[in-house]
């Protein structure tokens, strides 16, 4: 046999398992993406050409006369792979509708031109691009040619050297393609036979070159983010190592079988490998260690950089970082971290639906819980790129979830801290606003006062003129107004919480008699003095009764309720009407929004703005037992105890 029939043999036996690996490694990743999808189906009309070709190589070589039903098998795997090539290769390249008419031209040449190659005697083997025509020729090299500027294009803004290398690689590969295809078969002339064979070996071989450098980079620089599967492409490479040996051995058998059986030289062959298991264990032990210390040296970097971003004490702004930078560091496709909702026992983001929760129990193996003892404090989810995550970086997010829970602890202190200095920053705010207020009034009521006593005698005078006596009455009206307006802002400085509820309550008692509902009043004891005025707390609590008491039908109850509680001073109403519909959830805080006859859907809106302006807070429940009742409680912020009463002296002197 010549050297280009060994080459021929070698390359096309190189291509076809190159092109095998491929396949295996992206049905092993199943990442769905049309990438993947087109790079799986062009390495799979490569692997029929190589295939094909070897086929018929070997076919030549056992056979004096090959069989017709082995060349006639061979000549469709090689038109099959040939002809979907160049739309497979555009499809890699762009999405456009151009690829309608290359994939509709493939399909029309393959349909028409296989049968007429199965009934010829004869079908070049060696250069099978002229027994595929001229028509074939011609899509295929404008396929390349238009490859070609494609690659440079992505050469040109390539964000990295090993890209730019891998581009410029195809550029390379698609322009020598290009110029095989158009000498052999377009050019106007025509190489002599030997150049013909060897220019179409060269060709055919040529798809190696980028499909190598592609492991390499994969490996290396994790291009496709296949890299991080370092255990799917070991496994497909030990496998595949194993099957070149095993053809090694037949090779090797049969070579040798003048001078030993083929099974002793197998068996000889086979043993042989016993003497490379421990230097083959010692390399993979210390790849091992260092795959180990890669992923432990990459935790400890990205914990570090947690705990100084928990220090600012933004627990929400921790979350998107830990969830961006894990997807960075471990180069996933997505991660989202989701606290535990202590205060209902459960995960709000998951398990809404039941298809939720049966997609929750498919991706277990891809989430990490966050357990404090028993106690599950928050879940770690991780999607990969592909099928599943590898074992290395399941490791390492597993270390990381145990440093997580300290950040988010040391996160949470500090942003109570931080909330409990700005809350005691507006308490003594509002406190030196309330002293300022209460001696603004107490300074300016007593001349106001002086004056009024004065300007009274003066109108009981029979003789002060009529025109002095309109004036007078005109300055008595004002300052009666000014009074008025200084006990407002007397008002807004503080009030007794409990003084209000014990009015409200008296003035609504006999309206709930009237209708039949009976109104309870329940009063904790401890400091009542709350920051906001009296007047917004009595409408308040008066909307809150009155929607309450319409609500309730006779015979039932409204529970009025006011307590301390960690510096908060809470009033809640509750009534055991029919629910509010949760279709009108949403609306009910909205203004003019009523489901009343003759209401002007003001009142709950004028309970949320009075709350929003002393910085309390809302919350609602319905129904609250047996499917029925509504439960409205106000939050509102606490005076401190001893400047509430100095406050109270103040207004008293």
Request: proline share 5%.
């Amino acid at each position: 046999m010549g050297s280009l029939l060994y080459i021929r043999l070698i390359g096309y036996t190189a291509g076809t398992l190159l092109q095998l690996f491929w396949m295996v490694v992206i049905l092993g990743y199943r990442r769905q993406r049309n990438f993947e999808r087109v790079f799986f189906f062009l390495c799979l009309a490569l692997f029929l050409f190589y295939a094909g070709s070897l086929l018929a190589l070997n076919s030549q070589i056992h056979y004096l006369q090959p069989p017709g039903g082995l060349n006639q098998f061979a000549i469709v795997m090689i038109s099959a792979g040939l002809f979907t090539l160049p739309a497979l290769l555009l499809h890699l390249h762009m999405e456009y509708a151009v690829l309608v008419l290359f994939y509709a031209l493939c399909f029309h040449l393959a349909y028409h031109r296989i049968p007429l190659l199965l009934e010829e005697p004869h079908f070049n083997f060696l250069v099978p691009g002229s027994s595929l025509g001229e028509g074939f020729a011609m899509v295929l090299a404008v396929a390349l040619a238009w490859c070609a500027i494609w690659q440079w294009r992505f050469a040109t803004i390539a964000p990295d050297r090993p890209q730019g290398y891998f581009h410029g690689t195809l550029l390379l590969f698609f322009t020598l393609s290009f110029l095989a295809v158009t000498g052999l078969h377009l050019g106007p002339f025509h190489p002599e036979t030997r150049t013909a064979e060897s220019l179409a070996t060269s060709f055919a071989l040529l798809p190696i070159l980028p499909f190598t450098a592609l492991i390499y980079l994969v490996q290396r620089h994790n291009f496709l983010q296949i890299g991080r599967q370092k255990n799917l492409l070991y496994a497909v490479s030990a496998t595949f190592l194993a099957l070149l040996y095993l053809s090694l051995v037949r090779r090797v058998g049969t070579w040798l079988e003048p001078l030993l059986p083929p099974e002793a030289s197998a068996s000889i062959l086979l043993f042989v490998l016993v003497i490379f298991i421990e230097p083959l264990q010692r390399v993979l032990g210390r790849r091992l260690m260092e795959t180990a210390h890669q992923e432990m040296d990459r935790v400890q970097r990205l914990t570090a950089e947690i705990q100084q971003e928990a220090r600012q004490g933004n627990l929400r702004g921790l979350v998107r970082f830990v969830e961006k930078r894990v997807k960075e560091v471990f180069e996933l496709a997505a991660v989202s971290l989701t606290l535990v909702d202590q205060n209902k026992g459960e995960l709000r983001p998951f398990s809404r639906t039941p298809e939720e929760r049966a997609t929750s129990a498919a991706l277990s193996d891809q989430v990490f819980p966050l357990r404090q003892g028993q106690q599950l404090m928050a879940v770690l989810r991780a999607e990969p790129h592909g099928a599943a995550l590898p074992g290395e970086t399941r490791a390492a997010l597993e270390f990381l979830c145990e440093q997580l829970l300290a950040a988010l602890d040391l996160c949470r202190l500090i942003e109570q801290k931080l909330r409990l200095e700005r809350e005691l920053a507006e308490r003594e705010r509002l406190a030196v606003l309330g002293q300022m207020a209460a001696s603004i009034s107490h300074n300016l009521k007593n001349p106001l006062g002086s004056m009024k006593t004065i300007l009274q005698v003066q109108l009981e005078n029979p003789e002060l003129p009529d025109s002095m006596r309109a004036e007078t009455k005109m300055v008595l009206e004002e300052i009666g107004r000014l009074s008025g307006k200084l006990n407002q802002l007397l008002q807004f400085s503080s009030c007794d919480a409990r003084v209000v509820v014990e009015e409200v309550a008296g003035v609504w008692l006999r309206e709930a008699e009237r209708r039949g509902v009976q109104m309870q009043i329940k009063v904790s004891g401890g400091s009542s003095a709350v920051a906001a005025g009296a007047e917004a707390v009595n409408d308040i609590l008066s909307n809150l009764v009155v929607n309450a008491l319409e609500a309730t039908p006779r015979g039932g109850h409204v529970i009025l309720t006011a307590a301390s509680h960690h510096g908060a001073y809470t009033l809640a109403v509750e009534d055991d009407g029919p629910g509010i519909p949760a279709a009108l959830r949403e609306k009910i805080l909205q203004p003019f929004f009523t489901t009343k006859s003759q209401g002007t859907g003001l009142g709950l809106a004028i309970v949320a703005r009075r709350v929003a302006e002393f910085g309390g807070n809302v919350d609602w429940e319905s129904p609250v037992r047996e499917g029925r009742g509504t439960r409205f409680q106000v939050t509102l912020p606490m005076e401190d105890a001893k400047k509430y009463r100095t406050l109270r002296s103040g207004q008293t002197k």
